[in-house]
Structure formats: C-alpha cells, structure tokens
C-alpha cells in the first residue's frame, strides 16, 4: 500500500486545531482573570525552545515518528519502554479530551442525558476519522479550520456592541507569581501537547520544513486562542470569567442583534465539537501508530478501534465527577512534564549524539 | 482461510488468461470456399430471420455473397452502390477473378470500405450493420458501412432544462453523440477513441479528451478501469459506472452523467474525461468533484451576480433537503427553548391533538412524499393529473384537517421536496441522508446531527475520483478551482483551469489578459 502523506499546509492546520482542542472552551481559565491574554503570550514564548527541540527531531530524522526513532536511538528495551510511556500518555490524553467534551454537553446542553451515549457519540466519529486515515484527517482539517476561524470572527464581529475595553484594566494588579504558573499551566496545555505530532511525523510530506509547519501551527494556535479569551474578557470582565467553567459559552450567551439572533451559544458548543474530535482523533491515531511499532503489527487500522474503545473506558471512569476533573485540571502541568518535556529532551540529546556518531 | 480463498482467486485469474490466449488461437480464418464460409455464418447466427444472405454472381462468373441484416442496413445503399456496379457497372466484365483489391478499389461506390480476414471480424460487422462481401475463392472480405437505422432525433433533453443555452441533447444513437461534440470542438485534438465492452452485447464505448489537456495519467487510468471491465452485458451507463467508480458502497456517486453537449464540451475543455456509450443518452464525466453538483450551464451562460446568487440558494436548498425535517424533529422533541416564544406557542397550537410523536409524523410524511415522486416517475402520463389532485389535496390537505399531521410538518416536508430539484445530481445521496439524519435526530438531537453531519463530512473527504479528492477545490485548497466554486468569478479571471486538472496546458486564455474593465475604447 502506498503510504500516506500529509502536506505541511494540512499538517499546520491539524496542529492549530490541536492546540484549540478543548482549549478553546475551558482552557486559558485562570487566577489572574484580565491578564490571561498575556499569560497565553508568555506560554507561548515558554514553548519556543520545546518547540524547537520537536521540530529539530523532526529534522533529523525525517519521514520517521517517534516511536521510530526510540528503538534507534535508545534501543529496543528502553525504546519500547518509553513508547509504551507515550501510547499511555496519548489514550489518557484522549480520554481527558473526550470527558471534558461529555462534561460540557451534559452540563450545558443535555443535563439530563447520561455521558455515555455523549461519549459513543463523539468517539463513533473519531473511530470513522482514524481509520480513514491520517491523508483524510488532513483534508478534514483544512474544512474544520475554516469553519472555527469563520465562527470565532462571526462571534466577536456581532458582540462588538458589547464588549467593554474597561475589563482589562488595570494590567497586571495580580500576585506576581501567578503569572508564570498559570503561563506554565497554558504551557503545558494546550501547547506542549503537541508532542504528539512526533507520533505523526512519519506522514509529512518530505520537502516541507519541520520548524516552519510547528512555529507556524503554533503561532496561529495562540492567536486565535489569544482572540478567543480575549473576547471572553471583553464580554464578561475578569470576575466572571474566573467564575464560569466555560466562559466562552458563556460569553456568547450575551450575544443579541436586534431581538432576532440570540442565544447563538450553539455555534461555541459546535467549534468545541469540531476542534474537539479533531483533537481526540489525534490522540488515538498517535496511540495506534505506538503500538502498531510496539507489536511491529503490518497496519494501524486495526488497532482503532481497540484504542478508542480503551479510551472510552478510561474517560468513564478517570474522574467521578467536574469538580474532579477541574481539580485535575490544576496538577495536569506536572502530570505531563514529563511527557512534553522530559523525554523529548532526552530524545533530542540521544539524537544529537547518534547523528554525530555516525 | 485467508490463504485458501487467495489460492482460489489466484487459480481462477489463470484459468481466465488460459481461457483468453485459447480464444485468440481459435479465432478462425475466413477459408476460400464461400460454401464453407456460409455454412459457417449459418451456424453461428442460427436461423435467425433478420440477417439476409444474397448470393449472386458477376463478371466472369464470380460467386459472391452479400450478408447483412434487415432494418440496421439502407437496403438502397446496398441496391444501388454495392449490387448495381458490381453486376452492371461497365467496369464489371473485367473482373475475371476474386481480387479484392480492385473490387474495392474499383468497383464499391460506398464511403467507407474495411477488408477484414478473420470470421470473427465478419460477424461483428454484420452485427453492427454493415454488410460483408465474401466472394469464392478468396479469404479476404469486405465490410461495408451501409448502417442505417430509426433513431431518436435531437431533442431537448427531459431531465436538464435550461432557460438560456444550448437545447441540444444526446441521443441513444452514439455517432449522433460524438457528432453533436464534434460540432462544439472544432480541434483536431478532440479524440474519440472507441473500445467494445461486453460479450454478449459488443456495445460500443467511446473514451473521449482533448489531446494536450486532459492529463494522460487520468486518460490511461480511464482506460485501463475500462479494459478490465469483464461482463456479458452493458445495457447503460450506468453499468459502466458502476463498473469504473472509486467507491461503489458509498452513497455519493463519483462519476459524473449529463444529458447536454454542452455540459460534457465545458468538461473535456476543463481537462475531464467522458464516456460515451452506444444506446443511452447519458454521458459520463470523470473525474467527478462535489461542487459539480451544484454547477449548471447556465451559470455561465449568464452573468454573474444573479448566478452566483443561484448558486448560493443551491448550497442552502441541499442543506435544508438533508436537514430539514430532521432539525424540526430535533428541535420540537428536544431542544423546544432554541424556538422563540411567540413561535413556539403558534407550533404548539398546530401540533395539538396530534396522536404520532414528531419523529413518526415526519417519518410518515417522508415516506409518502418518496412514495408521490417514485409514483409520479412511474405512472403512465395519461392519469398524472388524477395523481396530483390525490397527492395535493389528501395528504396534504386533508392529513391537515383531520388532525393526522400538523401543518409545519407539511411545510417543512414541502420545503425538503421542492429543494431536492434545485440538485438533481446529489438527489439520490440526499434522499438517503435525510432519513440517516432524521433518526440520529430522533434519538441525539442536534448532537445526533451534529455528529452525523461530521461523519458525512469525514466519508466525503475520504472519497477519491481518478485520484482527485472529492471535495476539490475546497480541500486540497486551489485557488484557481475555487474561482469556480462556492461562487463564480467573472468568465474572464478564469484564466487558468483548476489546478491539476491538466498539467500540460493549464491556461485558458491566451497570454494576452482580456479584461473587459480595462478596454481602451470606451
């Protein structure tokens, strides 16, 4: 079979999705209300250097994903170790998306309907987009982009009437260590969580550059999430905004033109759809192509829907309930560290040394 | 398991290629004995009553049969051009042996003369109604085009009507096809490259391109997907279609049908490929792309506001025929507090006393409007007007006042109806989706249809036609594609075809740039 390529274009877009993932919706809520604008800033710097070391990966091993690249560097038995470590890493991520996705349904929309069936929904899809492919998840990336783009302009263009410039003053009033925690905590989601893409890599096109495609993904991501909250200020004032568990649903709320286009907070809940199994589909493709190199099995198709059926378990019974789930949301940075940060650093010395050897 | 079905397969393949190279051993030769050669004939077309052997003799007493078939052949062509100078022309007393050489050189006054020496190639002719000269003592024979058959005339195609363009529409009879596209492309790189599919049938297919524009990747993989189409019958396009398609269990169609010259003149120009195929009046467009459906010729015909306007309202009318009555079920039966309050109240007072649940309400209508329009295809045209009156007034009218369905939902399946029209091409995939939708409504809500609507969308971006993506120019982006597709730019800043489509010669126009804005003499 003909091996499946990506251009870089797609690939840019699968990573600002990505990044947007459920960030869009929850993330980028945290103690400093008016200055989170500037904490997505300085995540965003933060993620520079980390960047550079997944792009410089990338580059030095190209056309070959990170679990690839484990077994050459480390050999087989640490290789295999560390890949389980990011297949674990990938479900968990996924389940986190998904439960984070039912959650909101269920509190914002069907109160009354059980997760489960939110979750089967949502993963039905996923399953359908994995399989079909990582060429098509490029495809679909290019559409789904669009439409988020489209809504986050529609959105602040009609509540322009509302907005207040007076919410995010006065700059920088809060304790001075909050800054960079809650910077350290967008830092690590949503932008370190694109280290999954090393899983992916092995599918981008050869000509295009590592560094370009992760910068350019990563710059676009931060802007329009840095649109989005900043909106959310806008509308509803710092203290609402530390208050509510999704402001931007909430800040759509408010929307209302002429007595005729209101209560349009369905158009958040679809962007939080689209970038959502966009995200979760990410995740599971990245946790097949591990184990598919773990068990060097011919194909990754088949471990899907496996994968995704792991992945519905482990959201159902990751947290009891939100409150968990927002407490959760605090020591995730510390949680994933390791992933996003430790062992791609040990990867990239392994690397360095191994090129320089040979 | 696996094993053993792929030996099996493997083992058939052979037996096929041994099956095809005994066949070509066999193919006989035309012997010198006419007797022999009759017998032959006869054996193979049996007693049929239509095919016509006319033996004779002329000149110095050569015997020579004429076979052809009765009502495919112009009886006065073979009288008066092949029978007449042969028996009395006034070169015909120096013919003193079986020379076919000079028969056909000399003596037959009809355009197109073939000699052919196998008798396979004999029977296909007759076949196809020309009429085959075999004389004694030589084993070559003459297959003369005297076809000549009742045909449909041109006419304006049923299903595509237009307001402004060509009227012109295909007909059964595939030269008059080919002449029609003759007629609009005056290139000597039109080529019409003809195969025969079928092996009972021996229908004609004719592969049509422009020589420099169409890729020949997707001209070699046209014909190779036709080659390797192994059946005894091709009664339709269709059938090639079916055969050809990327996708056969998708429910979206990637090949594309035309009734129009002009439709499939515009395609070819833009770097497509068609399929003529003798016997139907439809002609197939590959590769075929989702934005083709809500394409007409006369969004180019026309200008361009109002027409990009149509376009518009063709994107929104399959929108509401896949959504409508699924977001009805889903908003009355889940979400009522998305419906403004004075609304609500007016829908409610219209659905009172309404035994079924919406879900079932819509699903009745559903059924029976798909049941009105298969009725309405079926039925002999002479009681279409009792049909109507049934249709219109019981279940709309009366369903209404007894209390059966409500009034929005006769609305809402009238909307659904009608905007089917506005995309012939996508009303079966529609037909299909509407129902999907309605029971993921039924049971999820907008989540339901939020969920289907984003597996439609991962299905149509997994799709390929001849190895373009279905959703071309959309995704992969091309910005000289999408000149022509959500909305049509100017026919003059078109000025290069899609990108992709032809590697070769990707400009329309010349390098001259036309532009109408800025012509000097105003």
């Not at chain 1, 925690?181 to 992916?200: G, N, Q, R, T, Y």
């Not at chain 1, 199994?277 to 591990?290: D, E, F, Q, R």
């Not at chain 2, 010198?32 to 006319?54: A, P």
């Amino acid at each position: 079979m003909q091996k499946e390529t990506v251009s870089g274009r797609q690939f840019v877009y699968m990573i600002i999705l990505f990044l947007l993932g459920s960030s869009l919706i929850i993330g980028a809520s945290t103690k400093i209300g008016q200055d989170t604008w500037i904490a997505i800033f300085l995540a965003m710097l933060m993620s520079v250097p980390i960047i550079l070391i997944y792009a410089r990966i990338i580059h030095l091993f190209p056309e070959k994903n990170i679990f690839d690249i484990f077994t050459e560097v480390f050999g087989k038995v640490i290789g295999k170790i560390l890949t389980s470590l990011i297949i674990l890493y990938a479900i968990h991520l996924g389940a986190l998306v998904v439960r984070n996705f039912s959650e909101f349904l269920q509190i914002m929309t069907m109160p009354e309907t059980p997760q489960l069936p939110l979750m089967i929904g949502v993963l039905s899809v996923t399953i359908f987009l994995a399989k079909s492919g990582i060429e098509v998840l490029g495809r679909w990336s290019a559409i789904i982009l669009a439409v988020v783009i489209f809504v986050i302009c529609f959105t602040i263009a009609s509540s322009i009437n509302k907005m207040d410039i007076e919410n995010f003053y006065p700059v920088l009033t809060h304790n001075f260590f909050n800054l960079p925690k809650d910077a350290f905590a967008i830092f690590s989601f949503p932008f370190a969580e694109s280290v999954l893409f090393l899983a992916l890599a092995a599918s981008i096109k050869k000509e295009s550059s590592s560094y370009k495609i992760y910068f350019s993904g990563m710059l676009a991501g931060g802007i329009i999430l840095t649109a989005a909250v900043a909106r959310n200020i806008a509308l509803l004032g710092a203290a609402m905004v530390e208050d509510s568990y999704y402001p931007s649903y909430s800040a759509i709320r408010i929307i209302n033109i002429g007595e005729f286009l209101t209560r349009i907070e369905g158009f958040v809940s679809s962007n939080f759809i689209l970038t959502g199994v966009t995200k979760i589909t990410i995740c599971v493709l990245a946790a097949s192509y591990g184990i598919k190199s773990l068990f060097n099995l011919k194909s990754e198709k088949n471990i899907i829907l496996p994968v995704s059926l792991c992945v519905l378990a482990l959201c159902y019974i990751v947290y009891n309930n939100t409150m968990q789930m927002l407490s959760f949301n605090e020591i995730y940075a510390f949680y994933a560290f390791p992933f996003q940060v430790l062992i791609p650093i040990a990867l990239w010395i392994g690397c360095e040394i191994k090129k320089k050897r040979l | 398991m696996f094993e053993f079905i792929k030996k099996r397969l493997k083992s058939m393949q052979n037996e096929k290629l041994q099956e095809k190279n005994t066949a070509k051993d066999k193919e006989s030769k035309i012997s010198k004995s006419l007797k022999e050669n009759l017998g032959d004939i006869k054996s193979t077309v049996g007693n049929s009553s239509d095919v016509i052997m006319r033996e004779f003799s002329f000149g110095h007493g050569v015997c020579a049969a004429l076979i052809f078939i009765d009502g495919m052949t112009d009886k006065k062509v073979i009288n008066e051009s092949i029978i007449e100078p042969l028996m009395y022309g006034f070169k015909c007393s120096e013919i003193d042996s079986p020379d076919i050489e000079k028969i056909k050189l000399q003596m037959i006054a009809v355009s197109e003369v073939k000699d052919v020496d196998s008798m396979d190639k004999v029977i296909e002719g007759f076949l196809a109604g020309n009429t085959v000269l075999l004389m004694d003592g030589s084993n070559k024979a003459l297959v003369i085009n005297t076809t000549e058959w009742e045909k449909r005339s041109v006419e304006e195609p049923q299903t595509e009507s237009v307001i402004r363009g060509s009227r012109e529409g295909f007909t059964e009879n595939m030269r008059t096809n080919t002449s029609l596209l003759r007629r609009k492309i005056r290139n000597p790189n039109l080529v019409i490259d003809k195969t025969v599919i079928g092996k009972s049938t021996n229908t004609a297919v004719c592969v049509v391109y422009i020589k420099g524009i169409a890729n020949t990747e997707l001209v070699d993989e046209v014909k190779s997907r036709l080659e390797k189409i192994d059946t005894d019958s091709i009664l339709e396009s269709g059938y090639i279609e079916q055969y050809i398609e990327d996708a056969p269990l998708s429910i979206f169609s990637t090949v594309a049908y035309t009734e129009k010259p002009d439709v499939v003149a515009a395609k070819i120009l833009e770097g497509r490929v068609a399929i003529i195929v003798d016997g139907t009046p439809f002609v197939l467009t590959v590769p075929m792309f989702f934005v083709e459906s809500f394409q007409t010729t006369e969004d180019y015909y026309s200008r361009f506001y109002f027409m990009n306007m149509l376009r518009i309202v063709r994107y929104i009318s399959y929108l509401i025929t896949i959504l409508a009555p699924a977001v009805y079920v889903a908003i009355t039966t889940f979400h009522q507090e998305l419906i403004p309050t004075k609304l609500l109240f007016t829908m409610m007072e219209a659905r009172e006393g309404i035994p079924f649940p919406a879900f079932i309400e819509t699903l009745i209508m559903l059924l029976a409007f798909e049941i009105l329009r298969e009725a309405g295809v079926r039925m002999p045209r002479t009681i279409g007007q009792a049909l109507s009156i049934v249709g219109a007034l019981v279940m709309g009218e009366a369903a209404v006042s007894a209390g059966i369905v409500g009034a929005p939902m006769v609305i809402i399946i009238a909307i659904t109806a009608v905007s089917i029209f506005n995309i012939p091409y996508q009303a079966d995939s529609a037909a299909i989706l509407r129902f999907i939708f309605l029971i993921l409504a039924a049971t999820m809500g907008l989540y339901g249809i939020t969920m289907g609507l984003l597996g439609t969308l991962v299905h149509l971006s997994s799709l390929k036609s001849f190895s373009f993506p279905y959703l071309f120019p959309v995704v992969p982006f091309d910005i000289k594609g999408n000149k022509d597709a959500v909305i049509r730019a100017p026919l003059w800043t078109m000025r290069r075809r899609p990108n992709g489509m032809s590697k070769k010669n990707p400009k329309r126009h010349g390098n001259f740039i036309h532009n109408p804005m800025q012509r000097k003499d105003k």
